[in-house]
């Protein structure tokens, strides 16, 4: 069975950091590429970062280039995102999903998502 599983999400304010965390399990990993997406309320979910599965290369959103930083331990079986210089308009539920290809921004692309993480920024 396979399992995404977001954690680190939590209630900060604007200029501040926060660390979220996807542990994967039932999949070979490091032959997929790992997206986060988010979804604010009453809106689209819409495409964040990702990293490919063997060199790591990384895509981000015009909206959180520079601010944020995806990162990969295969390893460990994880992806992380580090979010940082918050601001409000980046509250809502993250998500990672896992695609067998890297560069899509489509969540139609993702074979496998995880439960979401709310993240909330107070101004």
């Known amino acids: 069975q396979v399992q995404l599983v977001e954690s680190g999400g939590g209630l900060v304010q604007a200029g501040d950091s926060l660390r979220l965390s996807c542990a994967a399990s039932?999949?070979?990993?490091?032959?997929?590429?790992v997206a986060w997406f988010r979804q604010a309320a009453g809106k689209q979910r819409e495409f964040v970062a990702s990293?490919?599965?063997?060199?790591?290369?990384?895509d981000y959103a015009d909206s959180v280039k520079g601010r944020f930083t995806i990162s990969r331990d295969n390893a460990k079986n994880t992806v992380a995102l580090q979010m940082n210089s918050l601001k409000p308009e980046d509250t809502a539920v993250y998500y990672c999903?896992?695609?067998?290809?890297?560069?899509?921004?489509?969540?139609?692309?993702?074979?496998?998502w995880g439960q979401g993480t709310q993240v909330t920024v107070s101004s």
């Open positions: 999903a896992a695609a067998p290809k890297f560069r899509l921004r489509s969540p139609d692309a993702y074979d496998y």
């Open positions: 990293i490919s599965w063997s060199r790591y290369r990384t």
């Open positions: 039932g999949i070979t990993f490091s032959s997929y590429a």
